[in-house]
């Protein structure tokens, strides 16, 4: 049962109620990253580091126009009306509209199959930048506000955002499960805040609420031109966050998430920021940090405190994010088989990725370290952003092409609207590159080469070692005609073709002139759906007496274990006794050569990648005493 037929079938359980606690626990996890950008949005857009924008009463009309309308076409249009159909099977996440479009596709078509696959390992790839930017731009943008309490904190903001970052990753290991649940009401009350704050604002000057007309946008794009349209890249920041909507759809399903945004999120957010506009028609002076003087004096610090738990909450949503992007990507084969803890036995979705978490963390202090302020580092933020909604316009439109049957009426005006603004976007923050925006897009070039470098290395150690083997069937013929010596107990070689014998067991065949009384080959596959029904995960065939062919299929979003295999043969009738059984593994050293395959960089790359790869006894809960591992070298 997918995640969505889960969710459906509690809230149905739990009736209304059951939905709105659903949609509070989806407020504390999902909007974390959109909930926190009102800190730092509004400043940026009149920022004079990397445009000039006159703080005037129409640009703050147009700006707040802007900001109104980037939120509803796309968050309230875009993402929670249309994108959140598009799961697979409840699950979200660009990888998993990548898996979902690919099922659309047979293997035939293989240019369409490998632009989708290019689309998605491209936006995974920028989505990891993400997540080391945005728990330094958060809590930096939370603890800048400490200088406005008073100035002898200043130079404390970095050490103690340095501190902070410490602390969120530190405790990544002990899982979310037990802090989960007051992440809802702290964003509830941060929202409630949010709105207080910004209706107070308002109220002192309401005439920013006639910047809901589109009129006043596009006023400001004819009066300011180029530094309109440059302005942009900041305006995005109050969307960052939106791919969040779709990623944790499985986690809690459509219904609370669209609760939690059309409810809560979007009436604070957007009160908060004409607030906030506001105060800049009557005090221009306040653009240094709009967001905290909205506030009275009195409530400066505790808003500093709030803030700070916060933007915690938002990088917890972030690095979660990243965490299960690799193990999507690593069940999906375009990653290395990677150390994943899973924190909680009864939510799949709450892991621990060691080698992950401790690359964001210095990722994060990096990023610190080097911009030093929220502002130097808004510009590496947007970029990432940008690419990543456009990459998801165009997966989402060729869902709806091929799965909804939308006709081209439909579809094609639908992502030549928001495919314009994605661009636009895009566009704005490109003149950023040089000012800290080849942050994410360096991160990405290195996440998709090592994506790309392991899937066609793999795909060539397949066809090497395919070359050696042979097909089951003229195996079990072969034995047939020429018995080995057979031994007491039971042997199971693990394989990655279905078709053909492991090399492991043809050397023992061929070496040692023996087989153990039973033996079973296993293939471990990975589909393109997030989850298998336990009923349909083993497929067993009895070749010839005593002779098994197993097939385990699992999902992306699933971790394959050991024991759930031979449990299901055990159902089958078919008895294989762990204590009695021997594992045989075959350990691929990888030898690059001139052979035209890859690039020799590349093969030394896939050669490294291999031999640091989680071995196959931890990553499928082998105990560890049963298991023969046979070396295999292979030319690349």
């Not at 949005?41 to 009309?61: G, T």
């Not at 009306?81 to 898996?99: F, P, Q, T, W, Y």
């Not at 995960?537 to 009895?542: A, C, G, L, M, T």
Request: aromatic share 12%.
């Amino acid at each position: 049962m997918g995640s969505k037929q889960r969710t459906s079938a509690r809230q149905e359980h739990q009736g209304n109620s059951g939905v709105w606690a659903l949609t509070l626990g989806a407020l504390g996890v999902v909007f974390g990253d959109i909930g926190t950008s009102p800190l730092y949005s509004l400043r940026e857009c009149f920022s004079s580091q990397h445009h000039f924008l006159a703080l005037n009463h129409d640009n703050v009309l147009g700006v707040l126009s802007l900001i109104f309308w980037s939120l509803i076409l796309m968050i309230s249009v875009k993402y929670v009306a249309i994108v959140l159909r598009a799961d697979n099977k409840g699950e979200g996440g660009i990888l998993s509209l990548m898996a979902l479009l690919l099922t659309s596709y047979s293997n035939q078509q293989s240019r369409k199959r490998w632009f989708v696959i290019t689309l998605g390992l491209i936006g995974a790839a920028l989505l990891y930048g993400d997540g080391a930017i945005t728990p330094a731009i958060s809590v930096l943008s939370a603890v800048e506000g400490l200088s406005l309490v008073t100035p002898v904190f200043d130079q404390w903001v970095i050490p103690l955002a340095i501190f902070i970052i410490n602390g969120i990753f530190l405790v990544q290991r002990f899982g979310t499960g037990r802090i989960g649940t007051f992440f809802g009401p702290i964003l509830l009350l941060w929202f409630f805040v949010l709105a207080a704050l910004g209706l107070r604002g308002a109220m002192a000057n309401p005439e920013v609420f006639m910047a809901i007309s589109p009129l006043y946008a596009v006023q400001f794009f004819i009066e300011n031109g180029w530094e309109g349209f440059l302005v942009l890249g900041a305006v995005v920041l109050v969307v960052t966050g939106g791919e969040a909507l779709y990623a944790d759809l499985g986690h809690f399903g459509r219904i609370p998430i669209r609760r939690a945004w059309l409810f809560v999120a979007m009436p604070a957010l957007l009160l908060n920021y004409f607030g906030q506009g506001a105060l800049l028609l009557s005090q221009p002076e306040a653009i240094s940090n709009p967001f905290y003087l909205l506030a009275p004096e009195w409530a400066l610090l505790p808003m500093v405190l709030l803030s700070t738990v916060a933007t915690v909450i938002a990088s917890q949503a972030l690095i979660s994010g990243v965490f299960s992007i690799t193990r999507q990507a690593s069940q999906l084969g375009f990653l290395p088989r990677i150390n994943i803890v899973h924190t909680s036995s009864r939510e799949i979705g709450q892991i621990y990725v060691p080698f992950m978490n401790w690359a964001l963390f210095i990722g994060a202090v990096w990023l610190v370290l080097t911009f030093k302020s929220s502002s130097n580092l808004a510009a590496a933020y947007g970029i990432a952003v940008t690419m990543t909604m456009v990459i998801t316009t165009m997966l989402t439109f060729m869902v709806a092409f091929r799965r909804w049957k939308w006709s081209w009426w439909y579809s094609v005006p639908f992502v030549v609207c928001f495919l314009v603004i994605d661009v636009a976007f895009l566009g704005s923050n490109l003149t950023k590159v040089a000012h800290g925006g080849w942050v994410p897009l360096a991160a990405a070039v290195v996440i998709y080469l090592l994506m790309t470098t392991w899937r066609t290395g793999r795909q060539v150690l397949y066809r090497r070692l395919k070359e050696r083997s042979m097909s089951i069937e003229d195996f079990c013929q072969q034995i047939m005609r020429r018995p080995p010596l057979r031994v007491p107990g039971t042997a199971i070689y693990l394989a990655g073709d279905p078709w053909g014998v492991p090399v492991p067991l043809l050397h023992n065949v061929k070496h040692n002139r023996v087989l153990h009384e039973r033996i079973a080959i296993l293939t471990i596959m990975t589909k393109e759906v997030p989850t298998i029904a336990k009923a349909e995960r083993v497929e067993i065939q009895e070749i010839v007496p005593n002779f098994y062919r197993i097939l385990a299929s699992y999902g992306f979003m699933e971790t394959p274990k050991m024991k759930h295999i031979l449990d299901a043969c055990r159902n089958e009738d078919i008895h294989f006794n762990v204590n009695e059984t021997t594992f045989v593994l075959g350990r691929e050293t990888i030898l690059p050569s001139n052979l035209p395959a890859m690039s020799l960089w590349r093969e030394k790359l896939f050669a490294v990648m291999s031999k640091n790869a989680q071995r196959p006894t931890a990553f499928f809960r082998i105990p560890p005493n049963q298991v023969i591992e046979v070396g295999i070298q292979v030319e690349i």
